[in-house]
C-alpha cells in the first residue's frame, strides 16, 4: 500500500441509537468533526474511517460532509463489493432486521489501493448485541 507512507485508521464506536436520536447522531458528529480536524495534518496519507456508527450516514451531519467531500463508504460501491449496500449488522434478537449501522469509508487516496470489501456473517459471532441483551 502507497510504499513510503503512513496508511492511518480511525475507529469508531458511535453514541448508542444514533439513527434514532438526533441529540446522539449529534454526539457521534463531534467525534467525527475531530476527526476532519485531525484529517488537515494529513492530506495525501491513505486513512481509513471505521467501526459501528450505531446511525445512518445522513444522520450524522460530520460524516455526511466527509461523503460528500469525496471519501468512499466502501460497502456501497459494486466497485469493492459484489452485493452493495449489504448489511453489515446482524442482530441477536429474531424480530430484529439487520441493518447497515456499521461501515468502511476510505479516503480518496485509500481507496485507489482497496482491492475487495466484504461482510462475513459467522454464525457464532454475531455482531451488534449480545445474547438475550440489547446493543450497547
Do not use: M
Request: glycine letters at 6%; aromatic letters at 12%; charged letters at 25%.
Amino acid at each position: 500500500v502507497n510504499e513510503g507512507k503512513y496508511v492511518i485508521f480511525f475507529n469508531v464506536y458511535g453514541f448508542t441509537n444514533g439513527h434514532y436520536s438526533r441529540s446522539q447522531a449529534l454526539r457521534t458528529s463531534r467525534i467525527f468533526a475531530a476527526i476532519r480536524e485531525e484529517l488537515k495534518h494529513f492530506p495525501q496519507c491513505p486513512i481509513f474511517v471505521l467501526g459501528d456508527f450505531n446511525a445512518d450516514i445522513d444522520d450524522i451531519p460530520d460524516l455526511k460532509a466527509l461523503v460528500e467531500e469525496g471519501w468512499i463508504e466502501l460497502g456501497a460501491h459494486e466497485a469493492y463489493t459484489s452485493k452493495p449496500n449489504s448489511p453489515t449488522c446482524f442482530p441477536h434478537a429474531n424480530d430484529a432486521v439487520p441493518s447497515r449501522r456499521d461501515y468502511v469509508l476510505a479516503s480518496p487516496e485509500a481507496a485507489k489501493d482497496v482491492v475487495a470489501f466484504a461482510v462475513h456473517k459467522e454464525p457464532h459471532n454475531d455482531t451488534c448485541a449480545p445474547p438475550g441483551g440489547d446493543a450497547h
